[in-house]
Structure formats: structure tokens, C-alpha cells
């Protein structure tokens, strides 16, 4: 199977570039950060502390976490139940940038995300995944952006969608977010020695599915 590990911090357009390339080579694009949004949203509905360890932990035991992919989209289900939007609410990104700090939490998901790699040709974006989900796989990517372009980015689309919010807001959100996701003890964010950096802070997304697609070509050529 072709495995392609895409990695970087939040709001650097991994997931719409992942997707983008994805659809162009007819591979799968798993989210896995959709699965800790869901272990996030399970915590929260149960009025569970997403920091509070041994009682996320204990939860693990009543949760199944599972993916479809229907149309190129993929679906997360939380108990068989769809969750597709109700991850993406704001309260879902901090639940699970808390959650993922959990050891039993990752370990919980990683079976489900190697399982997926094993069995088909994806785009797996995450935190963690050149340097501790799939340290094999056959091209590592690490997409950035700085801060600032990617709270812009996030403005645009919230303002677009008609949610109003504040910049101000949305910057520190995501410096805090990248704070945690970058210290945690467990998987910190950081890039796979053999990763391509990709900063796209001056990049549109088109140029990043066309550099993706040109790569994994002079790759599959090898
Ligand atoms: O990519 P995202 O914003 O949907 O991810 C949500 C949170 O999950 C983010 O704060 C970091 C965490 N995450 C992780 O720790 N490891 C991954 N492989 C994917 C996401």
C-alpha cells in the first residue's frame, strides 16, 4: 500500500490539502484528528473533564470509534451514532487537543489508524503520524503556516459560513493549541526527520495539491 503521512499544526490546510491530493490519486484520506474530536465529544456529552485522566480512560471502555468513507468524505461515528458536525463545534478542537495528551487516548485510536494504513493506499493526516503511526510510510509531509496566516485563514472561512467571530480570538486559540499539541509528553507535534516541510503560509491551496501530487509521482516512479 501507498502510505503518505501528512503532519503540522492546526489550520495549516492539511486537511483540505490532504483531501484535495487524495481525490486527485485515488487514494483514501483518513482525518484522524476527527477521531480525537469524537473521543473529545464522547467526554463531553458524558460532562467528563477531557483533562481528568483515569475517568477518560475508564470511558475508553464504553466508546467504538469507526470511519466510512461515503463519496470521498469521511464520516466519523461515535457508538454507530454519525458525529460528523458535531466535532467541528469550537468546544470539539479544545476536548480534544485535552484528550490527545492522554496516553491510553492515542493508544485507543492507533490500532484503527494502522488498520486503515494496512489495508488501503491513503493521505493520513494528524500530529503524530510520520514519526509514531506510520514511520514507514512511503512519503512524509509536514505542512505548516504561521500563526497568523492560519487564524486569517480560519477567519475567512468562519466569516464566510456566517459564524461570527473575533481574530483576536481564533490567534490565541490556535497559539494555545499549538502550544499543547508541540509540549505534550506523549507524541508531541514535531516534524519526522525524513519529512518534506511545506510552509504554506505563501501558498494557495492548489499549489500544495499540485506539490503533493507532483511527489508522490516522482515517488511511485522509484
Ligand atoms: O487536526 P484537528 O484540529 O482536527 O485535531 C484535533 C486535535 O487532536 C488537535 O488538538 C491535536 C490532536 N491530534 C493529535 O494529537 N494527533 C493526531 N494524529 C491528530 C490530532
Sequence with gaps: MFN???DGPSGAGKSSAAKGAAKELGFIYVDTGAMYRAVGVAALRRNIDTKDIPNVTAMLGEI???LAFE????KV??????VSKEIRLPEASMAASDVSAIPAVRAFLFDLQKSLARNNDCIMDGRDIGT?????AKLKLFLTASAEERANRRYKELID???PVDYKTLLDEIVQRDYNDSHRAI?????ADDAVVIDSTEMSLNEVIDFIVKLVRENEDE
Design 71 to 74: 463519496d470521498g468524505e469521511q
Design 64 to 66: 467504538e470509534i469507526s
Design 4 to 6: 503518505i503521512a501528512i
Design 187 to 191: 507524541a508531541p507535534l514535531k516534524p
Design 161 to 163: 459560513r456566517g459564524t
Design 77 to 82: 461515528y461515535l457508538n454507530k451514532e454519525d
Design 132 to 136: 509514531v503511526v506510520l514511520p514507514d
